[in-house]
């Protein structure tokens, strides 16, 4: 079967940095995606990785180790506006992209 | 560039009815997909089509369905809407075959009564 799992909810401080960590489960793995969602809003994507490693893009960073089906999504200097919903995506080979239920990340002034 | 547009953003239906979903992609981008999203969860894959074909259908029963047409727009239909189908229907289109950066639209907001 197919399952993603990541923390439903994570509380930062404003300037602070926070991971939010995916595990996965699935046949056909193509590669690793994290979205973000504000409330009433449409998901973005953040970005994407098909090997292993660190992807880096500007205050965000998302890392995978496809060995270990794991990924997590790192973000630094975290400001207010981060407020908001983190998705991670399988991308499977059949060209299916399956979502986790989301990680409501709360920040702190 | 205009982003991917949806239409309409908000729409009422009552049990039985049935109802078309539409989206217009980024220009030159070739495959469309559906999803369906339940307030507090994630999206849930319902379709995907590249160049008019269907390339994947998630697991929704066959009320559900779709197409694309020639100008790589797509149209969502679902008949005999039941009380669980509300959500928020999204659609997302990417330029390549293979391509993990998917462009969402606003979606469609469908209020089942």
């Known amino acids: 079967g197919q399952s993603l799992e990541q923390p439903s909810e994570v509380t930062a401080v404003e300037g602070a940095i926070v991971q939010i960590n995916c595990t996965y489960q699935?046949?056909?793995?193509?590669?690793l995606s994290w979205y973000q969602q504000h409330d009433g809003g449409a998901p973005t994507f953040l970005s994407y990785?098909?090997?292993?490693g660190l992807e880096e893009t500007g205050r965000f960073s998302s890392f995978l180790s496809r060995s270990d089906s794991y990924g997590y999504l790192l973000l630094q200097e975290l400001q207010m506006k981060d407020s908001a919903s983190y998705f991670c995506?399988?991308?499977?080979?059949?060209?299916?992209?399956?979502f986790g239920k989301g990680t409501r990340l709360h920040i702190l002034p | 560039d205009a982003g991917v547009t949806q239409s309409p953003t908000h729409l009422i239906k009552t049990r039985g009815q049935q109802v078309t979903l539409r989206c217009s992609p980024i220009?030159?981008?070739?495959?469309v997909s559906w999803y369906q999203q339940v307030l507090g969860q994630g999206p849930q894959f319902i379709f995907q089509y590249y160049e008019k074909e269907e390339r994947g259908r998630g697991n929704f029963p066959d009320r559900f369905s779709a197409r694309q047409f020639p100008n790589y727009s797509s149209e969502l239909n679902v008949n005999a809407l039941l009380l669980g189908d509300s959500a928020l229907y999204l659609c997302?289109?990417?330029?390549?075959?293979?391509?993990?950066?998917?462009?969402f639209g606003p979606g469609t907001r469908l209020t089942v009564t």
């Open positions: 699935t046949s056909g793995f193509y590669g």
């Open positions: 990785n098909a090997l292993d």
């Open positions: 220009s030159g981008h070739k495959s």
């Open positions: 995506a399988v991308i499977q080979k059949d060209d299916k992209i399956i």
């Open positions: 997302a289109s990417r330029g390549g075959e293979a391509g993990a950066k998917q462009y």
